[in-house]
């Protein structure tokens, strides 16, 4: 009784005696899979059971049952009604395919049993029950995965993050191209001149430039940054970066002229190159000793270069500015300077236009960067105080650094924070989506009243300009772009040495080739609009295909259908139609259309 109601529980109904009929001669109908090896086997009573144990030991989550769907199909054999039955198996198995059993059965509790024994031979022939016709597990898919995992730093010591965690981590070793390794310089020999030119594609947005900044034109600047090389490096597309002054695409142009330096010239290049990236840059650790020579990763040195226009074509021409260079070397570790009273008292404002100035009242162990933004010429030192606290500017700097300004026809200065922010590839972040509510106009009003002034007699200047220090907070962002481009090139060039059968100097790209600049949406709106573009092209397509595959059904009617029509003159009325044949025609005369037959053929 037990055996039969464990039977009968979610399975349809049948009549009574059928159920009788089953539970008592059921495993003789169907003989039971049995495994060689053991003698373990499963009967047509118990295969129902094994496929929901082995359901049931599929990996899922607590909130998950698994169960197995079956499908009945009802097929006519001689005027009775047969059952086959189709199992699939849960999504999670790696059964994907349907059981179906082949062989109908005379009642659909049969048919659901009989599918089910073959899920259990199917099961044990592909390794998902074990020779005691027992499910594997998860435990076996473990040890299976710990025995394929030849990662050594899979299980290394001091990682307690499990592989798959959101808290593991797998390194790897970063790598520099081979053309700026060995680069290096060498007095009295030639080296090349790379220039990183910028080319403006996009002004800043308002959210980026919230108090309405002007940027000047990177075509309109005198100076800008390159680098020297002993090598010749592989042509690189063009590629973009998103700075302070707008979007930008980066090109990088070899200078048509070599340039040798001796031994004085290489030195303060050196030099110059480590405050960059030390004082400027602020990337060196402490307890770090600058070292260059051929063994460095990179040996590659960054110059300051003058930019004119060549007299011969429309081209620039570029040179070091080693007078630059100098000043930048003799004030290092002079910052900020403390000006002496007869300098302080003569205020130029041509000197801060332009400029990077730092305050020498504080913070002289650490100093605050800041671009002059703007010389406000309606503010001087007498001028109200923002804060409520103090009536002007004077009267702050006695009580709260016991400083008298001396020249009270100065104008005071607005000022920007310099940007810490060194990774310009990508736009900086906007909380993703843009808000549907637009800000108000006195939101944007209010930001833009946010100034920070400067008294410019209490400021030191700093001999990099704003301008130039925008460029120099973009450099790791070019270089390391740079990298990854010539290390594609690289593997562009391997693969068609060795996969494609070129020779290495066939694999180099000619002086002559140009790269498309590198083009990916980066901000929401371009990824929205490609988004919309893609959708318009493929309905373009769309369209395109539909009305050719109209143009050749139609063409296709048009063959089917063609007929030779019987010209009837009694039908066609008296009148000059140029279709029609002349008045004289007689059979075999030629005319300009296909020749029609008389009405009484």
């Known amino acids: 009784m ?20 089953l539970a008592e001669n059921v495993d003789a109908l169907i003989p039971p899979y049995v495994v060689p090896s053991t003698g373990a086997q499963v009967s047509l009573s118990s295969a129902i059971g094994l496929v929901n144990r082995y359901c049931a030991k599929l990996p899922s989550d607590i909130f998950t049952r698994l169960v197995p769907q079956n499908r009945l199909i009802a097929v006519n054999f001689h005027g009775v009604t047969l059952y086959k039955a189709e199992l699939l198996l849960p999504i999670n198995s790696p059964i994907k395919r349907p059981i179906t059993l082949e062989t109908p059965m005379e009642s659909k509790k049969l048919a659901q049993m009989a599918v089910a024994l073959e899920a259990c031979r199917v099961l044990h022939q592909n390794g998902e029950l074990n020779d005691h016709l027992l499910p594997v597990g998860r435990e076996s898919i473990a040890e299976l995965l710990n025995q394929l995992d030849e990662d050594p730093d899979e299980w290394a010591p001091g990682l307690s993050a ?17 053309a700026l390794h060995e680069a290096l310089p060498v007095k009295g020999e030639p080296c090349y001149i790379y220039v990183m030119e910028l080319e403006l594609l996009k002004e800043p947005s308002p959210e980026s430039n919230p108090k309405r900044r002007r940027f000047a034109n990177p075509l309109d600047y005198e100076y800008l940054f390159g680098f020297l090389s002993s090598k010749i490096l592989p042509k690189i597309p063009p590629f973009a970066a998103y700075l302070r002054q707008g979007d930008m695409r980066v090109h990088l142009v070899r200078a048509s002229t070599q340039v040798t330096l001796n031994s004085q010239n290489l030195t303060m290049i050196k030099h110059f190159h480590h405050y960059i990236f030390k004082n400027v840059l602020q990337l060196c650790k402490a307890n770090l000793d600058f070292h260059m020579d051929s063994s460095t990763p990179i040996n590659t040195l960054i110059v300051p270069l003058h930019r004119t226009a060549s007299i011969f074509n429309d081209k620039f021409e570029y040179s070091i500015n080693m007078k630059y260079v ?27 236009k332009d400029a990077v100035v730092m305050p020498w009242y504080r913070n002289l162990e650490q100093p605050v960067f800041y671009y002059v933004a703007e010389i406000l010429e309606n503010l001087t030192p007498s001028s109200p105080f923002p804060d409520e606290e103090y009536s ?7 009580k709260k650094y016991n400083l008298e300004i001396y020249d009270q026809t100065q ?46 007699e209490l400021m030191d200047r700093h ?21 990854h481009l010539l290390l594609a090139d690289e593997l562009r060039q391997r693969i068609l040495v060795d996969a494609l059968g070129y020779t290495k100097e066939g694999a180099v790209v000619p002086d002559n080739y140009e790269w498309a600049p590198l083009s990916y949406p980066a901000t929401y709106e371009e990824k929205q609009s490609l988004i919309v573009t893609k959708i318009q092209q493929l309905r373009e397509q769309n ?9 050749a059904k139609d063409q296709i009617e048009d ?41 009484n053929f």
């Open 2 to 21: 037990l055996l039969r109601r464990c039977r009968n529980v979610h399975n349809p109904t049948e009549e009574s005696e059928n159920d009788l009929g």
């Open 543 to 551: 369209r395109a295909s539909e009305i050719a595959a109209g143009l």
């Open 162 to 178: 499990k592989v798959g965690s959101a808290r593991r981590k797998q390194l790897y070793d970063k790598r520099v191209a081979t």
């Open 559 to 599: 063959e089917n259908t063609f007929e030779v029509g019987v010209w009837v003159p009694v039908v066609v009325d008296p009148v000059n139609d140029e279709n029609m044949p002349p008045a004289n025609y007689t059979a075999g005369d030629s005319f300009d259309t296909v020749s029609c037959l008389p009405a």
């Open 392 to 398: 002007s500017f004077n009267e702050y700097f006695i």
């Open 463 to 483: 001999p990099i300009s704003a301008t130039l220090w925008n460029l120099i907070s973009a450099l790791p962002s070019f270089f390391y772009r740079i990298n």
């Open 411 to 456: 104008h005071l200065l607005d000022v920007d924070f310099t940007s810490n922010r060194l990774n310009l590839l990508l736009p900086r972040a906007g909380g993703g989506r843009r808000k549907a509510a637009t800000a108000k106009p006195e939101d944007s009003t209010a930001l833009s009243r946010q100034r920070q002034i400067y008294v410019p």
């Open 326 to 352: 100098e000043e930048v070397v003799n004030m290092m570790g002079e910052t900020p300077r403390v000006p002496d009273e007869e300098e302080r008292r003569n205020f130029n404002p041509l000197n801060y």
